[in-house]
């Protein structure tokens, strides 16, 4: 049986010696290419005109229906084929290669963590942008965009054909992207999601695991409710406890993450003043490099969350939001050195900032490519715009760094799509 493995692994090895880049600066000379570079820079005020525009459309997680139809109404004006939006408003369509080369995805979300109602108007600062969403994902949705767009106004014919996807309800547990690498009928070869900083590049995917729990009981008024079994008690002991699970000192070299972590990221309960909630429930986000890790402290947030109802004597239920089986993926190595990571790797680095440290790659990842990791699908997370503070009121951009990234996916899909 070993042999037999070997024997089929073999010619797969030269293409996955360590360190095999695809990209050579070479590429970008051919004439279409230029081409389709040079547009990117004539284009660059409108390209951060429009990319305002779009963040100021809310896709509040569940409800990306007016970027969905946005995005849709921009593909059809590409030369792609098989335009769909699905069942969970995943937006997609096809870059036909002109045949024999791998078929790779770029996937950016649709959807924003902040919910409806949320000031939505961009604040420009010289060359910063200031916008709830302004980065995560609204610029990378953007640039893959434009990528397309490019590749058309060059007339850039690939080998592989290009998949472009935008997926929805990313940040409720990466459901989209899920569901369209399962029921699409798509085998992608390669599948990059761009949810990133320009400065990172992550070829793995943290264990994540979320759960929401429920506490219930009767209820009672305020003036019965001394000794009645209440759920606020229970949350709130609950929490405390899954707070005092002792965590292992932070991963180091994360990119100033320090992990494994547990959040409590949501909470909730009762109608009124005066009564004891009849219901009270709390979420738990729990991030970690590794699967004993991961599993360990999930059993003790599990634990912590049923003994509080225990000992209040309040109804329990817990439900999963999140859970992905990583029994399939490739090992850190083969990920490691793919031609995926390692292409990526280098026209990230081709296209950074100048005078600005070389971007390292990182084994982790909390984006649609885990769900391709759990697949075995050789996959990367990269960005194309400079970002911080994602997730938060006060997140920003530099404007002046979406021409690079949008170069740089460019360079990244002939670079994958040629071999
Ligand atoms: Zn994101």
């Known amino acids: 049986m070993r042999l037999c493995a070997l024997l089929v692994l073999l010619p797969l090895l030269p293409s996955l010696r360590a360190g095999t880049n695809w990209f050579l600066p070479s590429m970008l000379e051919k004439r ?47 030369h792609l084929s098989e335009i769909r939006t699905d069942e969970v408003l995943n937006v997609s369509g096809v ?76 940040e409720l547990g990466l459901l989209g992207a899920k569901h369209w690498l399962e029921s699409s009928g798509y085998k992608p070869d390669m599948f990059i999601a761009v949810d990133l900083s320009s400065t990172q590049v992550w070829y793995g995917a943290l264990r994540i695991h979320q759960f ?11 003036m019965e409710s001394r000794g009645a079994p209440s759920p606020a008690r229970a949350v709130a002991q609950a929490i405390s406890d899954v707070y005092r699970i002792p965590l292992p000192s932070p991963a180091a070299g994360l990119d100033g993450f320090q992990l494994p972590v547990i959040n409590v990221g949501m909470l909730g309960g009762g109608t009124v003043f ?31 969350a049923r ?59 909390s984006t649609d490519a885990n769900i391709a990791v759990s697949m075995g699908i050789p996959a990367v997370a990269i960005g194309a715009v400079r970002q911080s503070m994602p997730h938060r009121l006060e997140e920003h951009a530099e ?11 460019i360079a990244l899909a002939i670079a994958l799509t040629s071999h």
């Open 32 to 78: 279409e290419v230029r081409r389709a570079l040079q547009s990117v820079d004539s284009r660059a005020s409108t390209i951060v005109e429009e990319w305002i525009r779009l963040t100021e459309i809310p896709a509040p997680s569940g409800s990306e229906q007016a970027r969905a139809a946005y995005i849709r109404a921009a593909i059809e004006k590409l």
């Open 95 to 170: 870059r036909k290669g002109t045949g024999g080369g791998p078929t790779v995805v770029f996937a950016a979300h649709l959807d924003t963590v902040f919910p409806s109602g949320t000031p939505l108007r961009v604040k420009r600062e010289g060359d910063v942008l200031r916008a709830p969403g302004i980065g995560d994902d609204t610029s990378n949705l953007i640039a893959v965009l434009e990528m397309f767009r490019a590749l058309d106004r060059g007339d850039v014919r690939t080998r592989g054909d290009l998949i472009f996807l935008a997926t929805a309800r990313e």
């Open 212 to 222: 929401r729990f429920f506490y219930t009981a009767p209820g009672a008024h305020t």
């Open 274 to 304: 005066n009564a004891v909630p009849r219901e009270a429930w709390f979420t738990v986000d729990l991030r970690s490099l590794d699967t004993p890790t991961a599993d360990r402290l999930r059993n003790a947030v599990l634990l912590a």
């Open 307 to 365: 003994r509080a109802a225990e000992q209040e004597h309040v109804g329990f239920r817990a439900e999963r939001a999140l859970s992905i089986d990583y029994s399939k993926a490739l090992s850190r190595a083969v990920r490691l050195n793919h031609p995926v990571v390692q292409t990526a790797l280098a026209t990230s680095n081709y296209f950074r900032k100048p005078d600005t440290p070389r971007i390292e790659p990182m084994d982790a990842g």
């Open 399 to 409: 404007a002046g760094s979406i021409v690079p990234g949008i170069k740089s996916l």
